[in-house]
């Protein structure tokens, strides 16, 4: 199939090489101190920081075109209604008014609302490159298995990985049963108008959801025969110990949070404040 | 102490009207290798599910009467150490892979019991090289070849060290080549590590290959014999219950050998030659020569065509082919030589990257390029490999008629040419049962009854007879033989050298240079060159 859902880039860089709990942790922990802070300085800083790891990761533009664009246009809708809804909304925060353009109708441009919204963007921004690299330099196996150190229960963990695993096949057989489905009739082709496509389309997912039950039903029970389930615990092929790398991802985290943190003290609360 | 031991065992499922088991008693010992044949709906693999403890933990129903592993009563003892005694490799790998890569799939169960890392990774390394597919630990299962994905399989359950292995139709998946080759590792297996090997399968030809210690015969949901191999071949109880015998076993029949005095019978490496030899040149000499060539006009042509999947490696590069109108084609070849795809760029559901298929309806010529996927299906008819792809109905009734509902024929109609086609097709029973009751093999024929119902001019089929035992494949393809005679054009892709033997009467082999031979069946199967690697 020529549509390719992005996923794990089986490549060979250090943070390939990282532990899945190790780079959940860290951008678990890095979003959220990200969602938090409003310091421009430090959202700057940690942007930087994530695109510098982003390319370090060797992700394609190919790869992630698509889900980025996606990213990108909701991002744009969610300024733009951030300022709709409340174009005051930055003087506010700030307690300054620097007038740009407008003056006494509801849309006025202030210097305080771009700043305010300039520290949004920086937050997608960050979070973004990071999730992505999550995503694609983590094996969904070693996925799985972080879940279950960081606390999760495996079966839940392991279903997560499997649900991912399956999408491409899921993918495929979409395909094929569609064709099928033409053969006997529905025309699905250009030659349909757009209703009759659409019916011919909502039956396809009849056998594929009869198709994914069978599947679903011959894997639990393969898992079954193999013990998934007998105890509490189990081990991981794939599972990683956790190396030096590890611990210095992990303590650089740290101290990133805590600065953002040192931060609400210095700045007395979560915004920094340029206009006072 | 045996290994298996069934006393008196009865067993309905849940969801069914009539027990599927009927007093069953059956003692296997521990180091036994068995055959476990019988037709599709014989309950065999019931029975394989009652060793391995699927039923009664998994799966729901009436059992009386004991089943033991060892001196373990399966009812008392839970499915994960019943797992651990009994190692099941179930029928097609492809639905029961877990792991991302055929590493982790090995390591399944060991991560389940909570084996180490570093132990986990040498006994992976351990049992794939011990089966020969170390080199694909890093590849996806999915990715391997079928004889490879058996080996992932086998690999996953002989690592437990359990001293029952179960194999639920392990032929089922394979290509006649592959199949071979996995019989010969089990039995390889079974002199190395001693263990009780039972085989369900009704390809009794194929797990002949070889030796096995006893044959349970299966009807009906009785065990209905236990026999030796010699003594099974002997009679003639298997085409009784409706199984193929193998072919040098029908031959030396049909040519009138006193199969009693025939040594070695169930070796056919071991038979005397010699001994045999005036007998079957009588015969031979006796046997009707072949029917002369009937000139054909052309139905379809395939011209200079190109494909690939990827830019690098084309599938055809300039093929060419006419199918003619009356032929019933077997296109046969090596896996991964384009059979299915070129069926499928004939339907419409893959286009070419160059080249012209002319479609010769009646006296005018159409280019199938023109035409959608809807539009090619009223006039060729294709049946894929796996019937879940195509069903889309939950009735049967409805899912034959669906075809004709879309090209708004009346209901009379209808109803007429669905129950035509169902009594065709043996399901006419079955009417008014829902699809998932079916078996796999029934499911197919619904598939088909639902595209003969159109009456298209020609007739694609993938493995028409894959996963269904001797006697529906003979109804089934007496069937598509009447068909034929009354005009249907037929191509079937099959890796069933008996098949294409007895049905058809033109044979293409397709290899890496587009057609390699297209001729007669029986001039094929004469030419070692050629049918060789398929057999």
């Known amino acids: 199939m020529s549509f390719q859902l992005f996923g794990f880039d089986d490549q060979d860089t250090w943070l390939h090489h990282l532990s899945g709990a ?104 960050v979070t973004v490159p990071l999730a992505l690299i999550f995503l694609m330099t983590t094996n969904p196996s070693e996925f799985a298995s972080s879940l279950n150190k960081v606390g999760l229960s495996y079966k839940v963990s392991y279903s997560v990985a499997l649900a ?85 991802t992990l303590l650089a985290t740290v101290l990133i949070i805590i600065l953002g943190i040192a931060l609400f003290k210095v700045n007395d609360g979560r915004f920094w404040n340029p206009f006072r | 102490m045996p290994a298996i031991t069934f006393d008196h065992v009865n067993f309905q499922y849940e969801s069914q009207a009539e027990p599927t088991l009927h007093d069953i008693n059956l003692t296997i010992h521990a180091g036994e290798k068995v055959l476990i044949a019988g037709p599709s709906g014989s309950g065999k693999s019931t029975l394989g599910n009652l060793i391995n403890g699927s039923i009664p933990h998994s799966i729901k ?39 991302l890569t055929t590493a982790e799939d090995i390591a399944f169960g060991l991560e389940n019991d909570r084996v180490a890392r570093p132990e986990m990774h040498q006994r992976v390394e351990e049992w794939a090289t011990r089966l020969g597919i170390a080199a694909q630990l890093h590849q996806s299962p999915q990715e391997l070849s079928g004889g490879q994905k058996q080996r992932d399989a086998m690999a996953g359950v002989l690592i437990d060290d359990g001293d029952i292995l179960l194999f639920d139709e392990p032929l089922a998946a394979l290509d006649p080549a592959s199949g071979r080759k996995s019989i010969a590792l089990i039995d390889k ?36 014999g236990d026999l030796t191999p010699a003594e099974l071949l002997r009679s003639n109880r298997l085409q009784q219950i409706g199984l193929r015998e193998p072919l040098y076993v029908e031959a030396l029949r049909y040519a009138g050998c006193d199969l009693n005095q025939v040594d070695h019978i169930e070796d056919i490496t071991a038979l005397d030659t010699q001994a045999l030899a005036p007998t079957l040149q009588h015969w031979q000499d006796g046997a009707a020569a072949t029917p002369p060539t009937v000139a054909r006009t ?86 894929m490999q796996d019937p879940n792809q195509m069903i889309s109905q939950v009735m049967i009734r409805d899912e034959v008629g669906l075809g004709l509902r879309l090209r708004g024929l009346d209901d009379d109609t209808i109803t007429k040419r669905v129950d035509d086609t169902l ?30 119902v159109l009456q298209p001019e020609l007739l694609i089929l993938d493995e028409p007879t894959a996963g269904q035992d001797w006697r529906h494949y003979t109804d089934m393809m007496t069937f598509l033989e009447q068909l034929n005679q009354q005009g249907i054009t037929m191509m079937f892709i099959t890796h069933d050298m008996h098949l294409m033997l007895e049905y058809a009467n033109r044979t293409v082999v397709l290899g890496d240079q587009g057609v390699m031979l297209d001729a007669r069946p029986s001039t094929v199967l004469a030419n070692p060159e050629v049918s060789v690697p398929l057999l």
């Open chain 1, 22 to 125: 190790t780079k959940l942790l860290a951008f678990l922990g890095l979003s959220i101190i990200a969602m938090i802070s409003y310091d421009a300085r430090f959202l700057a800083a940690i942007t930087i920081m994530s695109l510098i790891l982003f390319k370090q990761a060797h992700i394609t533009w190919r790869q992630i075109r698509l889900v980025t664009k996606f990213i990108l246009f909701f991002s744009i809708l969610n300024l733009l209604a951030v300022y709709v809804f409340s174009p005051e909304y930055g003087v506010h925060l700030y307690g300054t008014r620097h007038l740009i353009l407008g003056s006494t109708g509801y849309f006025t441009l202030t210097q305080e609302q771009l700043f305010y919204e300039l520290n949004l963007t920086l937050k997608y921004i």
């Open chain 2, 61 to 99: 129903g009436h059992v009386t009467g004991t089943v033991r592993i060892g001196d373990q009563d399966t009812q008392d003892a839970s499915l994960f150490d019943l797992s651990l005694l009994v190692g099941t490799v179930l029928q097609d790998p492809d639905s029961q892979f877990i792991g």
């Open chain 2, 189 to 224: 297996l079974h002199q190395q590590l001693h263990n009780t090997v039972i085989i369900i399968e009704h390809q009794i030809e194929d797990v002949l290959t070889r030796p096995v210690d006893r044959v349970i015969l299966m009807a009906d949901g009785r065990i209905i």
């Open chain 2, 423 to 452: 009594k065709i097709c043996g399901l006419y029973p079955f009417r008014n049962w829902p699809i998932n009751a079916l078996s796999f093999g029934q499911r197919k024929r619904v598939t088909i009854a639902s595209i003969l």
């Open chain 1, 164 to 248: 991912l695993r399956y999408i491409p096949d899921v993918q495929s057989e979409y395909h094929q049963i569609s064709l099928a489905q033409q053969a006997r009739g529905y025309e699905l082709s250009r030659k349909a108008n757009l209703w009759q496509r659409l019916q011919g389309a909502g039956k396809i997912l009849i056998p594929l959801v009869f198709a994914s039950l069978d599947r679903i039903d011959t894997v639990s029970r393969a898992m079954e025969l193999r013990r998934f389930g007998r105890y509490r615990k189990r081990t991981w092929y794939m599972g990683r110990d956790f190396h030096a790398s590890d611990w210095l």
């Open chain 2, 298 to 383: 052309p139905l379809l042509d395939v011209t200079d065509l190109h494909f690939g999947y990827n830019r690098h490696t084309p599938i055809f590069d300039g093929l060419n082919l006419t199918i003619n109108r009356g032929d019933m084609l077997a296109l046969v070849g090596r896996n991964g030589v384009g059979k299915s795809t070129l069926s499928q760029i004939i339907t419409g559901f893959l286009n070419p990257a160059a080249g012209h298929l002319t479609y010769h309806d009646g006296d005018q010529k159409v280019d199938l390029a023109t035409l959608s996927v809807k539009e090619r299906a009223d006039k060729i008819g294709y049946i």
